[in-house]
């Protein structure tokens, strides 16, 4: 991580998978190009939203997604991104989370953020 992220003990996670998502940033291009990334993304999650998502984090970055599991406050920390040299740099945290970004189209969106410009 190119900025300071701080971690509790245990860490932050969210373990419904049915957990409701909500866009933090939905104007991000991380969101928007090179596909609109919407609520039906998220559908079929197999395991927990989110795990070892940070409690704190520096002011560079920016968040995607908030989530939380029922009665919990929400975590705004499941992707984090921050530009960093020719583009951004991004972070999931989550075993079902990676495994959804290698399969889908997600993967073009966390892969080749530097392509497209990044406020």
Not at 9 to 28: G, I, K, L, M
Not at 62 to 74: C, K, V, Y
Not at 84 to 113: D, E, I, K, N
Request: aromatic share 10%; proline share 11%; with cysteine.
């Amino acid at each position: 991580m190119p900025y300071p992220i701080t971690l509790k003990q245990p860490a932050e996670r969210v373990t419904d998978e049915n957990a409701p998502v909500t866009f933090t940033d939905p104007q991000s291009p991380l969101l928007n190009a090179p596909n609109k990334i919407t609520q039906a993304d998220f559908n079929g999650w197999v395991q927990e939203r989110a795990s070892y998502m940070p409690s704190t984090f520096d002011s560079h970055y920016r968040t995607m997604l908030a989530m939380s599991d029922p009665g919990e406050q929400p975590n705004r920390a499941a992707i984090l991104a921050a530009p960093y040299g020719v583009g951004p740099t991004s972070m999931c945290r989550s075993r079902s989370f990676a495994s959804f970004c290698r399969r889908t189209r997600w993967r073009a969106h966390l892969r080749q953020p530097a392509r497209r410009q990044y406020h």
